[in-house]
């Protein structure tokens, strides 16, 4: 039965792409590849980033997390990305591409608090700028990667709190909804994100993932929660999700200890 549940969390977060460090061990926060590269790629709004990958700097560098992660989440520890760059063609070239270097790590950290620790960029390809002031590519590719679904919004504030685990008791039932009130508080959550992601729509992937999780006894203790957050672009994404795990901790206020991973499924602009 657990197996069973752990692949379906597994098939049901590959929705949302690979599953990022935030922040540092001790933390205890996530976020959805897909909802970083979005910040991301708004961040350099003169270049066109294609081919974009997270990863480990090295397997030295990773460290063990402080609380259970979600399933198939990468360890914590400093990330590099790579990615290929669509530059102006007027520009000098290793100079444009440094600055988006250093866009791109002020990004990371200022906006998400991303761990990259180094970003490396190919210039491959040349662009021109269009009569507003634009970029026009000589060569139009499809979507960005990275990039929003088309027609996916996040989960609206108080719209489907979900925060009940599947085949849960009276008493899990009635924790993760407080669980729930007290997260949808927190100052820059938008919302608790229980809906798949868009690879869903063509895979059987089982019941759906719980906004809130808990694992234990919310009672007595010991107990741990797994929340799934949207959250707003208005305030750091991992000063947001610290605060969130702060307050489910807190809501459930356990004698015998609690824990608490949030996992940032996406990040609302409006």
Same mark, same amino acid.
């Given at each position: 039965?657990?197996?069973?549940?752990?692949?379906?969390?597994?098939?049901?977060?590959l929705g949302l792409g690979r599953i990022l460090?935030?922040?540092?061990?001790?933390?205890g926060v996530w976020v959805a590849e897909e909802a970083a590269l979005a910040v991301l790629h708004r961040s350099v709004p003169g270049a066109?980033?294609?081919?974009?990958r997270l990863d480990p700097s090295g397997?030295?560098?990773?460290?063990?997390?402080?609380?259970?992660?979600p399933a198939g989440a990468l360890p914590p520890g400093p990330?590099?990305?790579?990615?290929?760059?669509?530059?102006?063609?007027?520009?000098?070239?290793?100079?444009a591409a440094d600055e988006v270097r250093r866009i791109l790590l002020a990004a990371a950290e200022g906006e998400l608090g991303l761990p990259l620790e180094y970003v490396d960029l190919r210039v491959t390809e040349l662009v021109e700028a269009d009569g507003a002031g634009g970029v026009r590519r000589r060569e139009e590719s499809g979507p960005r990667e990275g990039a929003p679904a088309p027609g996916r919004e996040p989960t609206a504030r108080g719209a489907d709190r979900d925060g009940r685990t599947a085949g849960a008791g009276a008493e899990q039932e009635e924790a993760a909804d407080r669980v729930a009130r007290a997260v949808l508080a927190v100052e820059g959550v938008v919302g608790l994100a229980p809906t798949q992601g868009p690879a869903f729509s063509h895979?059987?992937?089982?019941?759906?993932?719980?906004?809130?999780?808990?694992?234990?006894?919310p009672v007595a203790g010991p107990c741990h929660v797994l929340l799934r957050v949207t959250v707003?672009? #208005?305030?750091? =994404? /991992?000063?947001? &999700?610290?605060?969130?795990?702060?307050?489910?901790?807190?809501?459930?206020?356990?004698?015998?200890?609690? #824990?608490?991973? =949030? /996992?940032?499924? &996406?990040v609302d602009r409006r």
């Amino acid at each position: 039965m657990a197996a069973e549940r752990l692949t379906t969390e597994v098939r049901q977060q590959l929705g949302l792409g690979r599953i990022l460090p935030l922040g540092e061990a001790a933390d205890g926060v996530w976020v959805a590849e897909e909802a970083a590269l979005a910040v991301l790629h708004r961040s350099v709004p003169g270049a066109r980033l294609s081919a974009v990958r997270l990863d480990p700097s090295g397997p030295r560098a990773t460290a063990e997390s402080a609380v259970p992660a979600p399933a198939g989440a990468l360890p914590p520890g400093p990330l590099t990305l790579t990615a290929n760059l669509a530059m102006y063609a007027d520009r000098p070239l290793p100079a444009a591409a440094d600055e988006v270097r250093r866009i791109l790590l002020a990004a990371a950290e200022g906006e998400l608090g991303l761990p990259l620790e180094y970003v490396d960029l190919r210039v491959t390809e040349l662009v021109e700028a269009d009569g507003a002031g634009g970029v026009r590519r000589r060569e139009e590719s499809g979507p960005r990667e990275g990039a929003p679904a088309p027609g996916r919004e996040p989960t609206a504030r108080g719209a489907d709190r979900d925060g009940r685990t599947a085949g849960a008791g009276a008493e899990q039932e009635e924790a993760a909804d407080r669980v729930a009130r007290a997260v949808l508080a927190v100052e820059g959550v938008v919302g608790l994100a229980p809906t798949q992601g868009p690879a869903f729509s063509h895979v059987a992937a089982g019941p759906r993932f719980s906004a809130v999780r808990i694992e234990g006894d919310p009672v007595a203790g010991p107990c741990h929660v797994l929340l799934r957050v949207t959250v707003s672009a #208005t305030r750091r =994404v /991992l000063d947001t &999700a610290r605060a969130a795990g702060a307050a489910a901790r807190e809501a459930l206020g356990v004698s015998g200890g609690v #824990t608490a991973a =949030v /996992l940032v499924a &996406a990040v609302d602009r409006r």
